[in-house]
């Protein structure tokens, strides 16, 4: 028999019963089950169950006659039944609340399911003990460490035992034919007094057979938090009832301070108890070891120790607990880690200690170092170039981070002044607009690392074919193409631009080039034709030739990520100096603006978004005017509008861009073939903080700040028209009119929207 005692389980869905077996066996608790039909159940009762759990889900049997069956067998009239039944299944969920004691919700929640069957297994056992004797019951609630408490109908305390008298102060003779008033904070009485008189005319009982959480109030008068599972139960035809209560005070000081810590951290935090069981495991936990927090809470450690350290592990335990002697933990090491996947991953663990109510816990902080791993191998492969772009790297993020904490500094300082206190509507905007070229920026970067990897390969196979004279001088040639095309790319319309990469692909795989359909769309960017790879060949020969043709796609690519990464870096340095000006002379310059190059400024720092599914169509009048705005602000409205239109397609689709004059004004037009916006939520897409995303995915401040910017300091237009499978946001600006520096609203300046 278990020691924490015996489940009856009755179900037909053996895997039901075997993944409670397997919960209820961490805590000692036996579980013996029987299939649904009532001789059978009838036949477990010989194994002396101190708690019987029906499954709702009984093919044989209705699970609620069968518990009432169950009831009126002799051996089986005072224990309580506990049902396992859907959350979402509301009419079951309400039955069993009128036919049995408790429910346990599935899908299993370890926590919340071991809770209800201690407490209704402690239930079960005072039943039965307060009708051997009350000698035995006695025994029971002082034995017991968590406060218990009886009352009868009218809410008297009836029974208080001596952990009771510890956690409220108030001794058993003082408690005992006193009101829970007692015990209760005075916001809560009348509600208490509601709840029992609603009861005991019959009414719903709301908090029976659950664990809810409520302040108590101590005999000092200080307050402090309780856990409460409450119960009743009948002697003769009186109600009575019991709550067992626990002081969590030291458990929600607990969770609070790691809870604040490891739900934003990008390392896995895992805390584990004194045996080595876990009971704490943070999002990031779940994304670098593959389990789920429900799947890894109560689970050993050695769930994510590889087979060959667990001896060491659980020597390092034993050693620690004996004799106090610590070889990891106070240090950060490096070892394997094992994945839900089977997989061993290179972590970096840091291993701390701590105590609550006298119990000991570890904290471990994992890092993933497979990434930093590989990076450190491919730049130990690297030659003197990438050496040399990777500084670049590294001196441009500098930069960045230096902007950054520049951008911070000058937002706090100016908070402080009341009279620039306009500064803090403008930095939403600045730093919404900010964050698509820094991402693009950043992830250039990362691209860059890969296809460097990829060019040393490259560069290697080319420098074992020996070319000297014309050849290299051919190789010279090539490389100036690629890194002037980065720069100054060929003009060519989607048609012929498809059709160019077809032909190249189809080139590339004939002469078995790696990657080759990587690698057509960075051929076609130089300019070269499928006849241009020809005369190539001529130059290099067949057999050389497809080790060229990839190095010069490579290098292609590698110079328009660069290309890349300057202009998302550009536009933060412009941003920036944009917000300092503003700061200082309260208006942004006016520059003559070309609203085309601005579209293709902003496709070119999405392009990373654009690159997954996404065509590009432009329709741009040849003969555009320009037009007098504040540049970078316009360009924030087109980065707006286009990444909207991505995210509304799902990231594949087709993207229309209009450029036009009409009339007097300039007219650009965003269009996607996305889902279209829904007609209740139109009128509330301008309003601040109005998103459609996800959390965490958007502000709700673009459309309202893009608008800001045309209609308010450009003294334009801006209208959205959407149906299923198009929107279209049209924005007009007034050509041969300069925008109003004094009495425009700045960008920021969101409290001068209009209400």
Not at 265 to 273: E, K, T
Not at 592 to 619: C, P
């Amino acid at each position: 028999m278990g020691d924490r005692g015996v489940i009856l389980v009755v179900s037909d869905d053996a895997r039901a019963a075997g993944e409670l077996r397997d919960l209820l066996g961490v805590d000692a608790y036996e579980v013996v089950h029987a299939p649904g039909d009532l001789e059978r159940s009838t036949e477990a009762l010989a194994a002396a169950p101190d708690l019987i759990v029906v499954d709702v889900g009984l093919e044989r049997a209705d699970p609620f006659e069968l518990a009432a069956d169950l009831h009126h067998a002799g051996r089986a009239r005072d224990l309580p039944v506990v049902f396992l039944v859907a959350e979402s299944d509301v009419e079951r969920r309400v039955r069993g609340l009128q036919v049995g004691d408790d429910l346990i919700s599935t899908p299993l929640d370890p926590h919340e399911a071991l809770a209800r069957v201690q407490r209704q297994v402690t239930i079960s056992r005072s039943r039965a003990a307060l009708r051997e004797s009350e000698a035995k019951f006695r025994s029971v609630m002082e034995s017991a460490i968590d406060a218990i408490i009886s009352t009868d109908a009218d809410g008297v305390i009836r029974s208080w035992n001596s952990a009771a008298a510890d956690l409220f102060g108030h001794p058993e003779e003082e408690a005992v034919g006193r009101t829970l008033d007692l015990i209760i904070p005075e916001r809560f009485r009348e509600q208490h007094r509601t709840a029992i008189e609603r009861v005991s005319h019959g009414g719903p009982t709301n908090l029976i057979g659950r664990t809810v959480e409520f302040a108590g109030l101590r005999s000092d008068g200080t307050e402090f938090p309780i856990e409460l599972a409450l119960s009743t139960w009948f002697l003769d035809a009186d109600r009575y009832y019991t709550g067992i209560i626990r002081d969590i005070s030291d458990r929600v000081r607990a969770e609070e301070r790691f809870r604040s810590v490891t739900d934003s951290a990008v390392d896995a935090i895992i805390s584990a108890d004194h045996t080595g069981r876990i009971v704490s495991w943070n999002p990031a936990a779940t994304r670098i070891l593959g389990h789920s927090e429900a799947d890894a809470l109560g689970r050993s450690l050695e769930l994510v120790i590889p087979a060959r350290y667990r001896e060491q592990h659980r020597a390092g335990m034993a050693r620690y607990a004996a004799t106090g002697e610590a070889h990891v933990i106070g240090t950060t090491v490096e070892l394997e880690a094992l994945t839900a996947s089977g997989a061993e991953i290179p972590v970096e663990l840091s291993l701390s200690t701590w105590t609550v109510g006298g119990d000991r816990y570890y904290t471990g902080i994992i890092r993933d170092l497979a990434e930093r791993r590989a990076a450190e191998a491919a730049l130990r492969r690297s030659e003197e170039e990438f050496r040399a772009k990777e500084a670049e790297f590294r001196a441009r993020n500098a930069a960045l981070e230096e902007t950054i904490q520049r951008i911070n500094s000058m937002q706090d300082q100016l908070l402080l002044q009341e009279k620039m206190a306009s500064i803090g509507r403008l930095s939403a905007g600045m730093a919404h607009e900010m964050n698509n070229p820094a991402s693009a920026a950043q992830r250039g970067a990362a691209q860059a690392s890969e296809v460097f990897a990829r060019l040393q390969e490259a560069q290697i196979e080319l420098g074992r074919l020996g070319l000297y004279g014309s050849r290299l001088d051919k190789l010279r040639e090539l490389d100036a193409l690629a890194a002037r095309r980065a720069r100054d790319p060929v003009e060519l319309g989607a048609v012929e631009r498809s059709d160019r990469e077809a032909e190249v692909e189809d080139w590339l795989e004939r002469y078995d080039v790696r990657s080759g359909g990587d690698l057509a769309a960075s051929i076609v960017n130089l300019g070269v034709t499928r006849d241009g790879l020809d005369e190539l060949g001529m130059v290099f020969g067949d057999e050389r030739l497809p080790v060229v043709v990839e190095w010069l796609g490579l290098k292609s690519a590698i110079y328009a990520l660069l290309s890349e990464i300057v202009v998302g870096t550009n536009r933060i340095v412009e941003l920036v100096r944009a917000l300092k000006m503003y700061t200082y002379m309260d208006q942004t310059p006016v520059q003559d603006v070309d609203v085309r190059t601005g579209l293709d400024d902003t496709l070119v720092i999405l392009h990373n978004k654009l690159k997954h599914g996404v065509r590009v169509v432009r329709e741009f009048d040849a003969d555009l005017p320009l037009i007098q705005a504040y540049a970078s602000e316009l360009n924030q409205v087109w980065t707006n509008l286009i990444d909207n239109a991505i995210d509304a397609m799902g990231g594949q689709g087709t993207l229309t861009l209009r450029a036009r004059r009409a009339g007097d004004r300039v007219e650009v037009q965003v269009e996607d073939d996305g889902p279209g916006v829904p007609a209740d939520i139109r009128s509330k897409l301008f309003d601040l903080f109005f998103t459609t995303k996800a959390p965490g995915e958007g502000t709700g401040l673009g459309l309202a700040i893009s608008r800001n910017i045309i209609v308010k300091k450009h003294g334009g237009e801006f209208d959205l028209e959407s149906r299923d499978g198009c929107t279209r946001f049209t924005v007009r600006l007034p050509i041969g009119v300069a925008p109003d520096g004094e009495t425009g609203a700045p960008a920021g300046a969101l409290q001068q929207e209009e209400g």
